[in-house]
């Protein structure tokens, strides 16, 4: 499956983003789909993940309260929706899907717990 990012950009502290990601698959539904960001010079790390039907999310402590996942199954897309962010948040974010693994978090935090990635997308964050 082909996944592939758009949304990023630069934007002001307190700012708000919204990434997309499209699957090429219309076999979308079957995926738990995650979000993922890496910052220069630090280990790629889990921001969020929602269940098949979309109805359960798993978000990263860091994230919670600012960032929502979300999905339409019949768009064949994962959105990340980013609000009041921060400098710190400044990474390239990563969609990604897992067609195998029940709903089971912490599972849906792990990299390898994912089959398919797309090439990223760029956030940056300025103070």
């Known amino acids: 499956v082909q996944l592939v990012e758009s949304g990023g950009g630069l934007v002001q502290a307190g700012g708000s983003l919204r990434l997309s990601c499209a699957a090429s698959?219309?076999?979308?539904?079957?995926?738990?789909m995650g979000w993922f960001r890496q910052a220069p010079g630090k280990e790629r790390e889990f921001v969020a993940a929602?269940?098949?039907?979309?109805?359960?999310?798993d978000d990263a402590d860091s994230v919670k309260g600012r960032f929502t996942i979300t999905r339409d199954n019949a768009k064949n897309t994962v959105y990340l929706q980013m609000n009041s962010l921060k400098p710190e948040d400044t990474a390239v974010y990563y969609c990604?899907?897992?067609?195998?693994?029940?709903?089971?978090?912490?599972?849906?935090?792990?990299?390898?717990?994912?089959?398919?990635w797309g090439q990223g997308t760029q956030v940056t964050v300025s103070s």
């Open positions: 929602i269940s098949r039907s979309g109805f359960n999310t």
């Open positions: 698959e219309r076999t979308f539904s079957t995926y738990i």
């Open positions: 990604a899907a897992d067609p195998r693994s029940a709903w089971i978090p912490p599972n849906t935090r792990t990299r390898t717990t994912y089959d398919y």
